[in-house]
């Protein structure tokens, strides 16, 4: 499983609750979506997960942003996964910015809402904000791959699945 995180802002930990943290714990990869804020949430998240990949976010300090770059592409179960903190020109420039790196999946976060945005040619995702939801639901995603892809689903902390797709 490969479980999707973004928009932590803290200054003292991960904030991360019920399923988010159970999912966390349990991936075999966790992806963080920029904005952990502080040194202290990122070495949290470094400390829960078995392997994270993240960026770095705007409103990240600045020791945080000397040790994430700001984009990066990954492959996951055969997935090309562009991942960001936010791009200029709202989807449009998330789907530019996935289809110069050949992306599948652009993951993006700044939003603090969870969503989903389907294309010809990609999907763009938010997992929304576990800790910060800024008046949207909090969130995370799971991925599982499946015999026919990967199963998408957006939760909440609690464990409300949101919304269901397969890519």
Known sequence: M???????HS?????????TLEAVRTAERVIHAGDFTSVS???AFQDE?????????NADATAVRD??????????????VALTHRRNGGPTG????GRERGADLVISGHAHRPSV???DELTLLNPGSHAQPRGNRPGH???EATENGVRVRLRQPDGTVMEEFSL
Do not use: I, K, N
């Open 11 to 19: 200054s003292e930990g991960h904030a991360l609750t019920g399923r």
């Open 94 to 97: 998330l789907a530019m910015f």
């Open 41 to 43: 949430a990122l070495e």
């Open 2 to 8: 490969l479980t999707v995180v973004s928009d932590t």
């Open 117 to 119: 945005t389907r294309t």
């Open 141 to 143: 995603a799971e991925l």
């Open 49 to 57: 997960a078995a392997r994270l990949d993240a960026v770095h976010g």
């Open 67 to 80: 040790r994430l770059p700001e984009a990066r592409t990954l492959d996951w179960e055969g997935l090309q």
